[in-house]
């Protein structure tokens, strides 16, 4: 499977958290809450006659605005290992709808503010490490 492939699954298994947005493209004009996925790295080789890739993928969830009192209750939401998680959801389907072996989420970091244009959003950025065939 292509990595198109397997961040359309991210994506997609995203979908299932209610009122989250999904991107497999970076936005021009986002509209948070809003989750963007993107390839991070590619690490090779990690089988016997490169029989297993490692794609490691970022997905930024773009919270709401920083002065929002609800962004941070919502970013505790997201980072919770229960329902409405961006865990629970990612892994909820490991294989991505087909496009992958298996995938996990295997950290949150970067939980802040970014600026986007002249708007400071509260934002956390999570680790999705999917593994493939070569």
């Known amino acids: 499977m292509t ?4 961040r359309t699954g991210i994506t997609t298994n995203l979908g299932t958290i209610s009122g989250l ?5 970076i936005p021009d004009n986002p509209n948070p809450p809003q ?3 993107g390839l991070q790295s590619v690490i090779y080789d990690q089988a ?3 029989g297993l890739v490692l794609y490691n993928f970022q997905v930024t969830v773009l919270i709401g605005r920083a002065s929002d009192r609800w962004a941070q209750r919502l970013a505790d939401t997201y980072t919770d290992v229960g329902a409405g998680g961006i865990k629970g959801a990612i892994e909820s389907d490991s294989t991505l709808g087909g496009a992958a072996v298996d995938c996990r989420v295997s950290e949150m970091s970067n939980l802040g503010t970014v600026s986007l244009g002249e708007v400071l ?3 956390a950025d999570f680790t999705v490490q999917v593994y493939n065939t070569a």
């Open 121 to 123: 959003y509260l934002a």
């Open 3 to 6: 990595i198109q492939d397997m």
């Open 35 to 37: 989750a963007v996925v």
């Open 48 to 50: 016997f006659q490169n």
């Open 21 to 25: 947005r999904t991107s497999v493209d």
